[in-house]
């Protein structure tokens, strides 16, 4: 659905115009609804948002041990794979580890004498709202680090309502977008959630009433999207008949 079609479902929705429900409040309603239902959507299919990011790999340092931590994405939901060329050339992949194990202290110098920059030497941790990497000694590299995430659904802004892109297409080849089975969803709980805004509440249509079992039956179409259909064959038989 295009943003411009999707404002005015909206709209047609709620019985209201530009004026009554302008693009702003469309756009924060729509921004909320598309976070609570991306994170159903990966209980089902948790790769459709999947993205590769990089950024560029510091020197890791002997006295400040923080040259190892690198903020997650604003949009992540989940890192699945991380990687990087630790030695400054050749990339490895980081296995992830709870640095719990670590008996002493923990210090550059400490993960140094325990990690290396090969493909089973090298570890990842998740901490606070970043990851932290145990290896050898780091090389400072231009785009030198790479997660493979789940993010969010890039949010839409006023502009987007009145374009004729649609709304499913990924705007970028590191953002992900809200599939389009979901746009009419999206728009029918916008409906639902302007409708109790209001001071006093609107009854809902009949449409909106069964929204909870129609969001149900589009998460579970998605198991149906990538089956493949087997066919068995029985062996030949023909040495067994007379």
């Known amino acids: 659905?295009?943003?411009?079609?999707?404002?005015?479902?909206?709209?047609?929705?709620?019985?209201?115009?530009?004026?009554?429900?302008?693009?702003?409040?469309i756009v924060?309603?729509?921004?909320?609804?598309?976070?609570?239902?991306?994170?159903?959507?990966?209980?089902?299919?948790?790769?459709?948002?999947?993205?590769?990011?990089?950024?560029?790999?510091?020197?890791?340092?002997?006295t400040d041990i923080s040259q190892?931590?690198?903020?997650?994405?604003?949009?992540?939901?989940?890192?699945?794979?991380?990687?990087?060329?630790?030695d400054g050339t050749n990339w490895v992949k980081l296995i992830k580890f709870d640095p719990i194990i670590i008996p002493r202290p923990i210090t550059d110098?400490?993960?140094?004498?325990?990690?290396?920059?090969t493909n089973t030497g090298g570890y990842w941790d998740k901490f606070r709202n970043a990851i932290w990497i145990y290896s050898g000694t780091i090389s400072a590299v231009t785009d030198g680090l790479r997660m493979w995430h789940i993010a969010y659904p890039v949010d839409i802004d006023a502009d987007d309502l009145s374009g004729s892109t649609d709304l499913s297409e990924d705007p970028t080849s590191?953002?992900?977008?809200?599939?389009r089975q979901f746009h009419e969803l999206w728009a029918r709980k916008i409906s639902i959630i302007w409708k109790g805004n209001?001071?006093?509440?609107?009854?809902?249509t009949e449409r909106e009433l069964r929204f909870d079992k129609d969001f149900k039956d589009a998460l579970a179409?998605?198991?149906?999207?990538?089956?493949?259909?087997?066919?068995g064959q029985l062996p030949s038989d023909s040495h067994l008949q007379y």
Not at 198 to 204: A, G, H, I, Q, V
Not at 221 to 231: A, C, K, R
């Open 198 to 204: 209001r001071e006093k509440p609107l009854p809902l």
């Open 174 to 179: 590191t953002t992900a977008s809200l599939p």
């Open 221 to 231: 179409s998605m198991n149906n999207i990538d089956e493949e259909t087997i066919t």
């Open 109 to 117: 110098a400490e993960i140094t004498d325990r990690f290396t920059n």
């Open 1 to 25: 659905m295009t943003g411009t079609n999707f404002a005015s479902l909206i709209r047609k929705y709620t019985s209201t115009n530009s004026t009554t429900l302008p693009n702003a409040d």
């Open 28 to 62: 924060l309603f729509a921004n909320v609804v598309k976070d609570d239902f991306a994170k159903e959507i990966i209980k089902i299919d948790e790769d459709l948002f999947g993205v590769p990011v990089t950024t560029n790999l510091r020197a890791s340092s002997t």
């Open 68 to 86: 190892r931590e690198y903020a997650f994405p604003v949009d992540n939901m989940k890192v699945k794979r991380v990687e990087a060329k630790l």
